[in-house]
């Protein structure tokens, strides 16, 4: 069974950093394009950053040149590091593939 859970959400202040952590089980990540979402308060859940097998990453505009996603395969896991946060950072972050979806981790920034 494909299991993604992820973790390191918390409380930041405007301008923080927040490293995020997606564990995958039950797949060989090695194999898979990881992609991170997010879901604000209200609002339809949007692309955040994908990383291919090969490595190669794609951003969504919001986003670009603040947060950087990685993979460690060895560890099956999936990073997002996230700096120069602001209050439109806030919400539900998840990782998924083959259209399997973590929990979700949760992101406050404040003011």
């Known amino acids: 069974q494909v299991q993604l859970v992820e973790s390191g959400g918390g409380l930041v202040q405007a301008g923080g950093s927040l490293r995020l952590s997606c564990v995958a089980s039950g797949i060989v990540l090695s194999t898979k394009a990881m992609w991170w979402y997010r879901q604000s308060p209200g609002q339809q859940r949007e692309f955040v950053a994908r990383i291919g097998t090969s490595g190669i990453t794609n951003y969504a505009d919001s986003v670009m040149g603040r947060f950087t996603v990685s993979r460690d395969n060895a560890k099956s896991t999936v990073y997002l590091q996230m700096s120069t946060l602001t209050l439109d950072d806030t919400g539900v972050y998840f990782c998924?593939?083959?259209?399997?979806w973590g929990q979700g981790t949760q992101v406050t920034v404040s003011s």
């Open positions: 998924n593939t083959n259209n399997i």
